[in-house]
């Protein structure tokens, strides 16, 4: 009965489906994805554990399905803030102000991420899921920090995609040391700081 009226309101389905998948990154943040089971991501949703699998087969697929949407959202924001209006510094800045409020107004899905994003011991499809997301995250700063040193705002000597790690890897590991610390961060300060920090190391040399 559930599934038939699910099937004939589309948008209250996907609204159910959404709802699920961010329960189930809450509770594999909460208890490890291996040590999680499906009756608990159920009982966090306030579903029967028969209504997950109307959507996903098993667990792997329901996280696999959890990354993919919660990816997909947030590329899609910080695509648009790409593709707008602003200097292409700025835009780095709001990028990863966007996934540090994301992150830390959600710790639990924050964990479930960050404790397990090289996908040791999981499925190839688990795996190639991470390595996809890993690989958007850097076109997109690679890209802005091409166009910022087509600018002559960052120094053009220095690859894009290194630029790209340091950045990246500087504001992940702020994020990461809030998270564990259990300490409260401002997310637009945290970025700010990042690309200010960033930008020292990173401007043109004087020349002459």
Partial sequence: MEAAKDQGAPGRREGKREHILMSALRVFGQRGFHQATIEEVAKEAGVGKGTIYLYVPSKEALLREAIRFTAGEHFRQARSIAAG???PL???SRILELETAFFLSNREVARAFLHDQTGIGYSVE???TLTDMYRQRKALLVEL???AQGLGQLDSSIAAERLALGLAGM???LLLDALIEERQADPHELA???TTLFLRGAQPRPTG
């Fill in 171 to 173: 504001n992940d590991a």
């Fill in 145 to 147: 920090i091409q166009e």
């Fill in 90 to 92: 700025e835009k780095l």
């Fill in 85 to 87: 209006e602003g200097e």
């Fill in 192 to 194: 700010a700081f990042c």
């Fill in 126 to 128: 688990i795996r190639e």
